[in-house]
Structures are given as C-alpha cells and as structure tokens.
C-alpha cells in the first residue's frame, strides 16, 4: 500500500484561485468528497481545473463505514460518480458510523458527527462488510482513517491497531493513518502523547498504510480538540518523524479547516513534511 514519497494540502475555498494561478510545487491536492457531490456548476468547475493541474484526493466523512444498518445507497453512488469523474489518486473515508435507527424498525437516521465504533469482532465484521462493498462500486482500494474519539465503548475485545490491522488485511483496504489524532487521543487520556502515539504506530502492519495526515488541535486544558485550525505541534512531528522511519514516506497531507490562513502558511507547513521525508532517504 505505501507508495513513494509526496506532500500535499487540503484545498479550501479560499485558496481556490491562488492555487489555480500560482500553482505551486504540490504532489496532490484533497478535497472533502460531499463538498462535490452535485454535478455541474461552479465547485465541479474548479475541481476540474485542480484536476488538470494536480492529483486529487477525495476524502470523505458520510460513508459511515462502521455503521450496522449499512451504507447508503445514495451516498455511495455520489461517490462513485465522482470517482469516475475525477479519477482520484485515493479515496478515504473514516473508521466511524453515522447511520443508526431511530428505534426498532423504524427509520435511519444520519447523525452530523463521527461516531466511533467499538473495536470487537462484531464491529469488525461490520467495517469488513461495508468496506468491500465500497470497494466493489468504486473499483479500487479504500483508504480508513483512524478517529479521534472523546468517548469509548467499555466492551473493547482489542486494541485499535490491531482492528485496522485485521481490517486491513481482511479486505486490502489501507489505512490513513491521522498522526494528529493519535496525539489528541493521547493527551485526552493522560498519556505522555509521544510515547503513547508511537508505540501505537509500532502495532500496526508496516505495509497497510496508504497516506498521513498532519493537522493543528487545541488544547482546552481539560479536554484537547482535533479542530485543524493551527500549525502543527511540535509533538505531532516528533511522532510523524518517528512514522516516516517505519513506513518511509508515505504521502502526507497538511489539513487546515478552521480558521484557514494563507495559502503560504499551508505550503510552509507542507515543506516541513517534505524536509522530514527528504532526511529519511
């Protein structure tokens, strides 16, 4: 699943026409996959423009790949139109479910968050069953990102890496693996951030990991927000150093979603990415 060495950002609306006419030195640009559902218009536009210039990445958070009432029908073929359309370099989506029954029988409702899922055998056969008919439809390997999670279930029957690693070798999807969450999910639970996120980097099958995300979080002091909207922390390349050792470098992308400053400050933060993967050759 690792591929060779690449740095991108996420494209926001406001660096929409910078980009197209500057057009910087970026291996491939990601954009939120509903943002571009409908077909036609201004947005389907400009990501045909990017298109033209850049790889594109299309990540999503509307699959609701954990969820047991399955994926919706419409959702997915959005999706796959677009794949087709856009032919992206990945796909990606989350390890959490949106999707549940209001009660008994009755109808499913979709919830505007990123619910996480317990990490059973249940569970897992669930993510097994949904990512292969995604798959399926789109006709290429699914990338599945890692949540950060402000709740747990309390009937746990493994450890997060090794769900993904039975996850991914069940289906040959791949995993995108988040650094910052894995710093943010530490620091909720009082673990030095570094040691806990690296040796959890440690776990995982060194092959399944298709693409990194860095990003910013904000520390409220008693609880810590994945909220990507600042630079990265320190702490948060210490352990993305420590994942470029032991999977090389993969494709990184630089993801900023509140507060979304100049352009520049992305692709400073992106050159950092790329001044970290250029030491490991």
Request: charge should be negative; proline fraction near 4%.
């Amino acid at each position: 699943m690792n591929q060779g060495g690449t740095v991108g950002i996420g494209l926001r609306h406001a660096h929409y026409g910078e980009l197209l006419e500057s057009r910087p030195a970026l291996d491939f640009v990601e954009v939120h996959s509903e943002n571009f559902f409908a077909e036609g218009g201004a947005s389907r536009a400009v990501l045909a423009d990017v298109r033209a210039q850049y790889p594109v990445s299309l990540h999503g958070v509307g699959l609701s790949l954990g969820a047991a009432a399955g994926l919706d029908a419409w959702h997915l073929d959005r999706l796959a139109r677009l794949v087709e359309a856009i032919d992206p370099v990945h796909v990606s989506d989350h390890a959490s479910f949106a999707r549940a029954p209001l009660h008994d029988g009755g109808p499913v409702a979709h919830a505007n968050d990123l619910l996480p899922i317990a990490f059973t055998h249940a569970s897992l056969a669930i993510m097994v069953s949904n990512v292969a008919e995604v798959q399926d439809r789109l006709r290429r390997p699914l990338l599945v990102e890692n949540l950060s999670a402000y709740v747990s279930w309390s009937d746990q029957e493994m450890d997060e890496p090794a769900f993904f690693n039975a996850l991914t070798r069940q289906t040959g999807c791949g995993l995108l693996l988040d650094v910052n969450n894995l710093v943010v999910n530490a620091l909720n639970d009082g673990l030095e951030p570094v040691r806990a996120a690296c040796d959890w980097i440690d776990r995982l099958d060194a092959a399944s990991v298709g693409e990194i995300h860095l990003a910013g979080y904000c520390d409220l002091g008693d609880i810590v927000i994945d909220d990507h909207g600042s630079r990265v922390h320190a702490s948060v390349w210490e352990v993305y150093r420590h994942a470029v050792h032991r999977f090389g470098p993969v494709p990184t992308l630089i993801e900023w979603d509140t507060d979304v400053p100049a352009l520049a400050v992305l692709l400073e933060e992106a050159g950092k990415a790329e001044h970290i993967q250029m030491g490991a050759r």
